[in-house]
């Protein structure tokens, strides 16, 4: 069984700080990660997809994987309340199919 | 707009009762998956489809059916829904080709069942 792990939270930082989010998985031959951001009773966003090591910045998000460590994280920059959201680690398991992580709950305080 | 969208978006209903809750995307994608998200589990996914008349089944499809006529739509269907399968639901597509697997989510479907 393919397992994507991720700290329930929360992950509490204050207006302006950084967020990291953090995410490990098991199946060393994945090759597409990503990050959503769901709200709470809403559907997940798309906001990040990574595919090669290293670091892919959009904005005030930074996706950084680490296939060697199987480890994909989600760094947030001058974080906003408006930021406080789940936020969901996925895999690329075969074809289309994903495995999902259950998500780390942010908070971001004014 | 690119979107998938589901019907309806909350159903209360009794046990029993048969029920489809139809998802449909207008961006030509080829994968379409259903999933149910329940506090402390997580999204797991129900059934997948690959194409027009191809599907399988994912993690937690006891229950469920589902059927692939049309490429762009994706119905779920509870022949005899149970208590149990009150959950939030979602819809979501991708394309297969390219290695991008970018998956998109309806807006949901909130089920109760009594």
């Known amino acids: 069984q393919k397992e994507v792990e991720q700290n329930s939270g929360p992950l509490s930082v204050p207006e302006g700080a950084i967020a990291s989010l953090n995410c490990t998985y098991s199946?060393?031959?994945?090759?597409?990660f990503f990050w959503y951001r769901q709200y709470s009773g809403k559907s997940p966003e798309l906001i990040m997809s990574?595919?090669?090591?290293g670091d892919k910045e959009d904005g005030r998000f930074t996706a950084q994987l680490n296939k060697a460590s199987q480890y994909v994280s989600l760094l947030i920059r001058d974080s906003q309340p408006s930021d406080s959201a789940t936020y969901l680690c996925?895999?690329?398991?075969?074809?289309?199919?994903?495995?999902f992580g259950k998500g780390t709950m942010l908070l971001v305080s004014p | 707009e690119a979107q998938v969208t589901q019907n309806p978006r909350y159903l209360i209903t009794v046990t029993g009762k048969k029920l489809t809750v139809t998802c449909s995307q207008n961006?030509?994608?080829?994968?379409m998956s259903w999933y149910r998200q329940d506090p402390g589990l997580g999204l797991r996914q129900i059934y997948y489809?690959?194409?027009?008349?191809?599907?399988d089944k994912g993690d937690v499809p006891e229950g469920y059916k589902v059927s692939r006529k049309e490429k762009r739509n994706f119905p779920l269907i509870l022949e005899s829904p149970s208590p149990n399968q009150t959950s939030l639901y979602f819809c979501?597509?991708?394309?297969?080709?390219?290695?991008?697997?970018?998956?998109?989510f309806g807006p949901g479907t909130r089920l109760t069942v009594t």
């Open positions: 990574i595919y090669s090591n």
């Open positions: 996925a895999v690329n398991e075969r074809y289309s199919t994903l495995t």
């Open positions: 489809s690959m194409n027009v008349e191809v599907t």
């Open positions: 961006m030509n994608h080829e994968y």
């Open positions: 979501a597509s991708s394309l297969l080709g390219g290695g991008r697997y970018e998956q998109y």
């Open positions: 199946d060393r031959g994945s090759q597409s």
